[in-house]
Every structure is written in structure tokens, then in C-alpha cells.
């Protein structure tokens, strides 16, 4: 790979992102959907790719573009603990109980429908792969990014088409969650499952307005996309957001030491599996991606920093600003890479699991929320539901279109619920490891698996809700 090549492709990757807010800022529809300019730009770059109508670069710039996500990936995820004010476990867990719960039971459902529906119907049909179960939960909960950073993995176990058709269903997870979310916001409103009390004294003079101006607004804006996308904590009270050159290079260099941390964890994993599994266990260990153990690693450092009293070295807004241009060039480089004749050779199964991942989540919202959350289950449901279906950005956009005065304290909620459940699902430590568990415990038994965690999560939420409410 030649230094043109890479300069040439950044440049391009850099163009597209151009021409995709441009575009998003002309057409108002687009905004009013939400769909946020990096992914405008990766369609863009759809069409200019090798399998679009206008291919226009050299094929080395193409397979720079195929190789960018794993690396991004990883950036972006060390990023989402670095500069936030870590509460204590309790506190977190008192405030964000109920929103994991439903988050759980969403993630794990997930995989529960994708496998039973691949092993009762599509392997016996079609002879689908049993790693395509995984998918829904990839695409879905885990978005663009999530995707993009395990094609390695679903091509080293055998699903060469995995990358691709992940992106294909995040795509249709962001596209869904919108206008079946702002359908529900509708219902929810005529049927009173809102909170109805009185706009405050100064607020907008209707409803309708304020939804229109929400719906005018960039939901995708750099705050939102990533600082808010984990809401860890606040961030330092001195923290304006301004930045210089030296705060720029601290805060890179800390975000490269925690994927560092990620490398090394993942070699240790490796060489441990190897020395009490053999080569096969080594082996397979090998394809665990790097980004949720660089999540890891930057929790760690953050731990560290802030144990050590040295906060002020990491700066909440310098990390947000590198995980969102990591993830706008991850997102463009992936759309614009995409292999579109493995999407056509999967298309059956890829709808098929596509709506009965969208049933899942419609099932969840409307059986189960309204009897896990004790107060204001449509507001903390919808937001789960956008995540749940398209990405974090689209839970915030439902959320406040929903409660666009804060009433139902469902913000809070969910923010702190992001520490408990991003770790482990939504593009953690169980959204990596699936397709490793499903080769190495067959589809079957990971099914199983999932009833069985899917229905733990329910159990628990169920018994969250009928405690008292508290004044």
C-alpha cells in the first residue's frame, strides 16, 4: 500500500463527508429523518465505489477504504470513557436499573430471533449461515461503526458477507427507527401515554412547533453523537471546550494508549487460550476485535487518571471530537466500500431477519416497557427503542420529540444506563464475542443461551416494576 494511495483516499473520504453535509443541509428532509451526514456521504460514496455506476479511483483507494473501519473502530470506542466523571456503581445502578433491564432484554432478544428464525426456517430453506443469527443484534443495536469493525471477524469464521450486510441492516435499523419512532411519539400522544402537564411559562407556544424545530435541528451534532452516546458522567466544570494544540495531542495520545491497552489485552486473551486450549483455541481466540478492549483500556486510563487526580489531562470535549471524526470517516469509507453483489446473494434472509428483528423490538416496546418502567414508560421506552433499532443519536432525537421539556427525567435515565449496558452489548464484549460463541457452541446452544438470558432480563425488569414507587 502505497503513501499516495492512503493520501488519495483520505482526500476522497474527506470530499464525500463534504458533499454529504452540503447535501443534508440543502435537502430539509433529510434532517427531519435524521440521518446523520456521514452516512448521506457514504451513499455518495456508493456510487463512486467499485460496485457502483461511477467508479472513479484507483482500486487501491477502494481497498484503503475497505481496511479504514477495523482501525477506526477501535479509536472510537477508547474514546467513549475518556473524560468522563465516572459516578460510583451504586449511584449508576440506582438510576439506570429499569433502562438496562429493557436494554437487555431488547440485545439478548435479538439474537434470541435471529437464531431460532435461522435454525427453524432459513438453514433448512436456504442453507443460510448459522453466523448470519448474530446480524440483527450487530446491525441494530451495534449500528454502522459495530459493523464495519467486525467484517474481519465474520470473514476469518467463514461469513465473508457479514461486513456488508451489517452495514446493510444498520442502515435499515436508522431508517426504521425514525419514522416508526416518530409514528409511535404520534400514537403515544393521541392515546395520553405522554406526560400532559402544562408547557412551562417561555416554552414554545405548541407541541407541534417545538416537534418541527426539533425535527429542523441536527440531532447528530458532535455533543450528541459521542459525549452524549455514553453519557458517562458530566464532564469537568472547567472544561469550556476550547482546544489547544497540546490539549489536541494529550488527548490523542491518551486515546492511542487505551487501543494500545485493547492490543494488549487481546494478545493476552490469545496467548492465555492458547496455553490452556491449544492451537484451535488460540485460533479462534485471534479474531475477538480489538475496539470493545480498547473501550476497556480507556475506562482503565480513565480510572487511572482519575484516581492519580489528574483530570485535567483529558478533556471530555477533545475525546468526543475524535470519536466523531473517527466515526463520520469509519461510516464513509464502510457505505463507500460496500460489496454490493454479497448483499444480493443474501437478500432473502437479510429481510427475513430484518423484520423479525424490528417485530422483536415493536413486540418489547409495547408488551413489556409499559410494565418495567414504574413512571413515564413511553419516554424511557422510545429512547431504548431508537437505540435498540438504529443508533444512540435516534434514541435522543424520539426521546426529545417525546419530552422536549426533560419532564419524565428519562435523559438521565438512559445516559447512566449507557455505563451499565455499552460494555457488553450495542457493540461490547457479547455483541464482539457472538460470532466466536456460535462457531465455537453451534447455533443451537447459543440460542438457547439467549432464551435463557433474554428471559432473566424480563424476570428482572418484570420485578423492577412492580416495586413501589418511590416518592
Known amino acids: 500500500m502505497k503513501l499516495f494511495d492512503v493520501l488519495v483516499a483520505f482526500a476522497g473520504l474527506s470530499l464525500l463527508l463534504l458533499l454529504g453535509m452540503a447535501l443534508r443541509q440543502r435537502l430539509r428532509w433529510l434532517r427531519a429523518l435524521g440521518i446523520p451526514e456521514a452516512l448521506v456521504a457514504g451513499l455518495l460514496g456508493l456510487l463512486i465505489g467499485p460496485f457502483g455506476p461511477f467508479p472513479i479511483f484507483p482500486e487501491q483507494v477502494y481497498k484503503v477504504w475497505s481496511q479504514t473501519p477495523g482501525v477506526l473502530i477501535s479509536l472510537v470506542f477508547a474514546t467513549l470513557f475518556l473524560g ?41 430453506l436456504l442453507g443460510t449461515n448459522p453466523l448470519m443469527a448474530a446480524l440483527i443484534e450487530v446491525g441494530f443495536e451495534g449500528g454502522h461503526g459495530t459493523a464495519a469493525g ?17 452495514l446493510a441492516m444498520a442502515t435499515v435499523g436508522v431508517l426504521t427507527a425514525v419514522i416508526i419512532g416518530s409514528t409511535l ?23 407541534a412547533e417545538l416537534l418541527q424545530q426539533i425535527a429542523e435541528e441536527d ?37 492511542g494508549g487505551a487501543v494500545g491497552l485493547g492490543i494488549l489485552l ?26 470493545p478492549l480498547a473501550m476497556v483500556g480507556g475506562l482503565l486510563v480513565q480510572i487511572a487518571l482519575q484516581r492519580s487526580r489528574q483530570n485535567r ?25 460496500l460489496n454490493l453483489p454479497l448483499l444480493e446473494e443474501n ?88 460470532p466466536l460463541l456460535i462457531v465455537s457452541w453451534g447455533l443451537p ?16 425488569g418484570l420485578q423492577l416494576g412492580r416495586r413501589p414507587q418511590p416518592r
Open 313 to 337: 489531562l483529558v478533556s471530555a470535549a477533545a475525546q468526543a471530537s475524535i470519536g466523531s471524526l473517527a466515526m463520520d470517516l469509519l461510516i464513509t469509507a464502510a457505505m463507500a466500500s
Open 347 to 434: 437478500w432473502v434472509p437479510f429481510i427475513a431477519l430484518a423484520i423479525a428483528g424490528l417485530s422483536w423490538n415493536i413486540a418489547a416496546f409495547f408488551l413489556l416497557a409499559p410494565r418495567i418502567f414504574r413512571d413515564h414508560w413511553f419516554e424511557r421506552a422510545i429512547a431504548d427503542f431508537g437505540q435498540g433499532t438504529g443508533v444512540t443519536a435516534t434514541g435522543l432525537l424520539l426521546l426529545r420529540m417525546a419530552d422536549p421539556f426533560g419532564r419524565s427525567k428519562a435523559m438521565e435515565a438512559f445516559s447512566f444506563k449507557q455505563l451499565v449496558f455499552e460494555p457488553f452489548l450495542g457493540g461490547g464484549l457479547v455483541t464482539a464475542l457472538s
Open 219 to 255: 440531532p447528530f451534532s458532535a455533543g450528541e453523537r459521542l459525549a452524549i452516546e455514553t453519557a458517562a458522567g458530566t464532564s469537568d466544570p472547567d472544561d469550556s471546550g476550547s482546544m489547544t494544540i497540546d490539549t489536541l495531542t494529550i488527548n490523542v495520545a491518551l486515546a
Open 445 to 460: 446452544r447459543f440460542t438457547l443461551v439467549a432464551l435463557v438470558l433474554t428471559l432473566l432480563s424480563m424476570v428482572f
Open 84 to 124: 468522563q466523571r465516572l459516578p460510583s456503581p451504586g449511584v449508576i445502578w440506582k438510576r439506570a436499573a429499569g433502562q438496562t433491564a429493557f436494554g437487555m432484554v431488547l440485545g439478548f432478544g435479538q439474537y434470541l430471533v435471529g437464531g431460532l428464525l435461522v435454525l427453524a426456517v432459513l438453514q433448512p
Open 266 to 291: 487481546k494478545s493476552g486473551i490469545t496467548a492465555l487460550g492458547g496455553g490452556l486450549g491449544g492451537a484451535d483455541t488460540a485460533r479462534l481466540l485471534s479474531a475477538i476485535p480489538v475496539f
Open 185 to 207: 411519539v404520534v400514537i403515544g400522544r393521541s392515546r395520553q401515554w405522554l406526560e400532559q402537564k402544562e408547557e412551562p411559562t417561555g416554552a414554545a407556544s405548541g407541541s
Open 150 to 166: 467486525m467484517g474481519a471477524t465474520f470473514r476469518e469464521l467463514g461469513l465473508p458477507a457479514g461486513e456488508t450486510l451489517g
